[in-house]
């Protein structure tokens, strides 16, 4: 699914300036299964450029296609599709219920569309070093470990694109080069690309390309 920005300007970022390279303003292509580096400073988008290329934010001017199609005329019935099947998100805020165990949080999830199997889940868990975790309530984890639930959550689930918003800004080096790994590796067995937003420039993995806000 090729992904489209023309001439995005959300509301609160119109009164900055932004460079020629910036994608607000400007025309950007994501790429059908490209990886892609989304490098930007504090307080230039990265989570509004997540929360609008989901639907969730609406205060722009400019707009969003999907394979063509402004993503303003979906119905919600489309959106609960696209959540479902081709558009996966780590929000910064990671959204997971904290109530509610590692076990049913990623259940929850998966049972949507049966994408993985509690072994696989477990698995995930287990490279990750948080299979000791499964039985907690989500909100007695440390950041690092919520992180880390949060982006197993995001691939229990068919997507053509994987939005990470800062996903790793909790975690070591070694963690984050295991959680990046094991997103590379889900993101090429679905041909899908991914989006991964951070506040430095990564030398730590070959994106296809970078984008800047
Ligand atoms: N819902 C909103 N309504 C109004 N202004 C907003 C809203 N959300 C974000 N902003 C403003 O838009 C700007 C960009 O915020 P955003 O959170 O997208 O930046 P960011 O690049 O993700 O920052 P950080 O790296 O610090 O997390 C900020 O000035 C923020 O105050």
């Known amino acids: 699914m090729n992904i489209q920005f023309n001439q995005v300007m959300p509301f609160p970022l119109a009164s900055i300036s932004h460079g020629t390279e910036s994608i607000w303003g400007n025309s ?39 394979n063509g199609r402004d993503i303003k005329t979906f119905s919600v019935d489309e959106w609960v599709e696209i959540r479902q099947r ?30 993985k ?37 995001s691939l229990c689930q068919p997507f053509n694109w994987l939005i990470l918003d800062e996903p790793f800004s909790h975690l070591d080096e070694r963690n984050s080069l295991r959680c990046l790994s094991m997103i590379d590796a889900e993101c090429t067995r679905q041909k899908a690309g991914f989006v991964l937003t951070s506040l430095d420039d990564d030398n730590r993995f070959s994106y296809d390309y970078e984008l800047k806000l």
């Open 86 to 115: 081709k558009i996966s998100t780590v929000f910064q805020d990671l959204q997971l219920f904290h109530k509610l165990t590692v076990a049913e949080n990623l259940l929850l999830k998966n049972q949507l569309t049966g994408y």
């Open 28 to 66: 950007a292509q994501l790429e059908t299964g490209k990886k892609i580096l989304l490098n930007a400073s504090s307080g230039k988008g990265k989570s509004t450029f997540s929360l609008t290329i989901f639907g969730i934010r609406k205060d722009y001017d400019g707009n969003i296609l999907y």
């Open 117 to 153: 199997t509690e072994s696989e889940i477990k698995t995930m868990l287990a490279e990750l070093e948080i299979d000791h975790k499964w039985n907690d309530p989500c909100g007695l984890l440390s950041m690092g470990q919520q992180q880390r639930v949060a982006i197993v959550r």
